[in-house]
């Protein structure tokens, strides 16, 4: 079983940046894959950015260049840095943990970009 909880959420100026985090509880963290998802009003829950268990990135191509998924396996903690963000960025961003058939979501954190 793992517990994820996400923080770093908030209210930025487009342009701006944050960083999210996401703490892993329970055992093995370095053996998961972890992502961040992010769902929009009246829009399908995406895919943001993912880090394998290698260290291996894949991002959804509206955010390449301006945000970063990192890992720190000794916290176990993922982090989201997002930089110049667009009003189009708002949303409610999840942390996901997966490894062969299961997958953990955290309860969300709100980003809203706004001038």
């Known amino acids: 079983q793992v517990q994820l909880v996400e923080s770093g959420g908030g209210l930025v100026q487009p342009g701006g940046s944050l960083r999210l985090s996401c703490a892993a509880s329970?055992?093995?963290?370095?053996?998961?894959?972890m992502g961040w998802y992010r769902r929009a009003p009246g829009k399908e829950r995406e895919m943001v950015a993912s880090?394998?268990?290698?260290?291996?990135?894949n991002y959804v191509d509206s955010v390449k260049g301006r945000f970063t998924i990192s890992r720190d396996n000794a916290k176990n903690t993922v982090y989201l840095q997002m930089n110049s963000l667009k009003p189009e960025d708002t949303a409610v961003y999840y942390c996901?943990?997966?490894?062969?058939?299961?997958?953990?979501w955290g309860q969300g954190t709100q980003v809203t970009v706004s001038s």
């Open positions: 996901n943990a997966w490894r062969l058939l299961m997958t953990y």
């Open positions: 329970g055992r093995d963290f370095s053996i998961y894959g």
């Open positions: 880090i394998g268990s290698s260290g291996s990135t």
